[in-house]
Antibody, heavy 121, light 107 residues
Framework: EVLLLESGGGLVKPGGSLRLSCAAS????????MLWVRQAPGKGLEWISS????????DVADSVKGRFTISRDNVKKSVFLQMNSLRAEDTAVYYC??????????????WGQGTLVTVSS | SYELTQPPSVSVSPGQTARISCSGD??????VYWYQQKSGQAPVLVIY???KRPSGIPERFSGSSSGTVATLTISGAQMDDDSEYYC??????????FGGGTKVTVL
């Protein structure tokens, strides 16, 4: 069974930093792209960032470019999201997701349960 | 920036058919994916590559695409289908894009 378990969310002040982690199990981690998606309270889903299986190819949404950094550790089967210079509008549930393998497009096929990040003074 | 447009809400009576549209300029040469999200839960993939259904997804869920519009159809809707549904595709750079979501109410 594919399992993705996010951690690291919490309350942080504007301008602060937070590092999210996602521990994967139940599949061969080092052959899948991984990504982060967020959902502000009462709002829709927003694609944030993806990372290739080896970590050499990274893509970032304009809304967080220069502030958020995705990374991965294939030995620990984990993906991370370092979030700096946080703003109130970054308040959201952050989901870790696995990208499908061998598909014509990159798309998430399994999701974690999410971790809540609240940016407030 | 690339956008996918969905109706905010769709209502359907139990046993009837619900159709949710997703429109976008680039969809004529891109696949569309559909996710169901129940309240307080993570999204679940229900349709991939326009028309394919993952294992475990009921047959009442189907997808189609024509030109710049993709459609998710729920045939014989059940109370359990009362959820938010999101379409997804990729832009010209390969970045993911979600539609704004459609709340399906079964009543």
């Amino acid at each position: 069974e594919v399992l993705l378990l996010e951690s690291g969310g919490g309350l942080v002040k504007p301008g602060g930093s937070l590092r999210l982690s996602c521990a994967a199990s139940g599949f061969t981690f080092n052959i899948h792209y991984m990504l982060w998606v967020r959902q502000a309270p009462g709002k829709g889903l927003e694609w944030i960032s993806s990372i290739s299986h080896g970590g050499g190819n990274i893509d970032v949404a304009d809304s967080v470019k220069g502030r958020f950094t995705i990374s991965r550790d294939n030995v620990k089967k984990s993906v991370f999201l370092q979030m700096n210079s946080l703003r109130a509008e970054d308040t959201a549930v952050y989901y870790c997701a696995r990208e499908a393998l061998g598909a014509p497009d990159l798309y998430p096929d399994h999701w974690g349960q999410g971790t809540l990040v609240t940016v407030s003074s | 920036s690339y956008e996918l447009t969905q109706p905010p809400s769709v209502s359907v009576s139990p046993g009837q058919t619900a159709r949710i549209s997703c429109s976008g300029d680039g969809l004529s040469n891109k696949y569309v994916y559909w996710y169901q999200q129940k309240s307080g839960q993570a999204p679940v993939l229900v349709i991939y590559e326009d028309t394919k259904r993952p294992s475990g997804i009921p047959e009442r869920f189907s997808g189609s695409s024509s030109g710049t519009v993709a459609t998710l159809t729920i045939s014989g809707a059940q109370m359990d289908d009362d959820s938010e549904y999101y379409c997804y595709s990729t832009d010209s750079t390969g970045q993911g894009v979600f539609g704004g979501g459609t709340k399906v109410t079964v009543l």
